[in-house]
């Protein structure tokens, strides 16, 4: 069987040692630079021939992130790795996923394309933006959910009349599975976007009052749509207002929205994504076990979404 080495990029370094620590490896090494003018240089400095790679990089801004992903998929190509598993704990350029007005890309399928022609031959990632994304793929796409990691997490809290509110009709499924695994009931929040990074709230479907409700999102970018939500089920009713995102995307003053909010009470995130922000309210959950984990039944050859089955 041929060799397991982890690498990583730089988009989030931690998280790569963490998988590494997990698996009882270190990363394997490679020099990446940038030039000057910012260019990127990358360098395996190890022989990879004939390895079982998986490369641990997420592709949000800057899109540095997705060509130094690119990069480091062709330079292991062509270094005569065996097999190239893109590991991407954060797909970013997930949400612009159809032509929802004229004349607009449809990035995540512009990043398949990429990974794919770079010469990826799996792609891993969480919590997609939405799971069809995977059809997007010609190569074995693996899907794992933080939900394994959260779940547990959600059980050790006293939530009292717990519901799970989905922030758009988009999350429902997700919101569902949360709420069958906790026997909780289900909120629908119709959400509207007036424009990118704006979210009003324009009803809100299912029962609210006096009961802990946590908002199930794959992402809180902006703040924008969670804080709103929060506030508009607070203002309904609700007794308790609980945030869990997978990705903690948090740009502009997102933190700071949630810090302020006296809706909010808390927020789980997981550490797909790295930030130096500070919050007493936020509180992350690791995944690198459940990263290590996926990355050595892939090696294995064996099953992933046995992982998921508790
Ligand atoms: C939208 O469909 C996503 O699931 C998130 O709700 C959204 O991207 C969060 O963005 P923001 O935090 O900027 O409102």
């Not at 041929?2 to 590494?20: K, P, Q, T």
């Not at 997990?22 to 030039?35: M, P, Q």
């Not at 309904?236 to 990705?247: F, K, P």
């Not at 302020?260 to 690198?288: C, L, M, N, P, Y």
């Amino acid at each position: 069987m041929s060799e397991l080495v982890v690498v990583s990029g730089r988009s989030n370094r931690l998280l790569a040692d963490n998988v590494a620590a997990s698996l009882g490896k270190r990363l394997g090494a490679v020099t990446i630079r940038n030039f000057s003018d910012g260019e990127l240089w990358v360098k395996y400095e190890e022989n990879i021939r004939g390895v079982d790679l998986f490369i641990i990089q997420s592709t949000q801004a800057p899109s540095d992130n997705l060509m130094e992903l690119l990069i480091l998929i062709d330079a292991a190509r062509r270094a005569s790795a065996k097999r190239i598993t893109a590991v991407i704990p954060y797909f970013g350029y997930a949400r612009q996923d159809r032509k929802d007005q004229p004349r607009v890309s449809i990035t995540a399928k512009l990043i398949a394309n990429l990974l794919t022609e770079a010469g990826a031959d799996r792609v891993m990632s969480m919590d997609l933006h939405t799971p069809q994304l995977q059809g997007f793929f010609d190569i074995p796409f693996d899907h794992l959910y933080a939900s394994t990691v959260f779940i547990k997490v959600l059980r050790s809290q006293n939530f009292e009349n717990l519901a799970i509110a989905s922030p758009d009709v988009g999350g429902i499924k997700t919101a569902r599975s949360y709420a069958k695994k906790l026997d909780a009931g289900l909120v629908v929040v119709d959400k509207r976007r007036p424009a990118p990074n704006q979210a009003e709230i324009v009803n809100i479907i299912g029962e609210v009052e006096n009961r802990d409700i946590i908002i199930v999102d794959d992402l809180i970018d902006t703040g924008t749509t969670f804080v709103n939500c929060a506030e508009g089920l607070k203002k309904a009713g609700a007794r308790r207002v609980v945030g869990l995102c997978s990705h903690a995307v948090f740009s502009g003053s997102a933190v700071e929205k949630i810090n302020q909010s006296e809706a909010v009470s808390k927020v789980f995130v997981t550490d797909t994504f790295r930030g130096d922000w500070k919050s007493d309210k936020i509180e992350v959950h690791s995944v690198a076990d459940l990263f290590a984990e996926a990355i050595l039944r892939t090696h294995d050859n064996s099953s992933i979404s046995s992982l998921f089955e508790s």
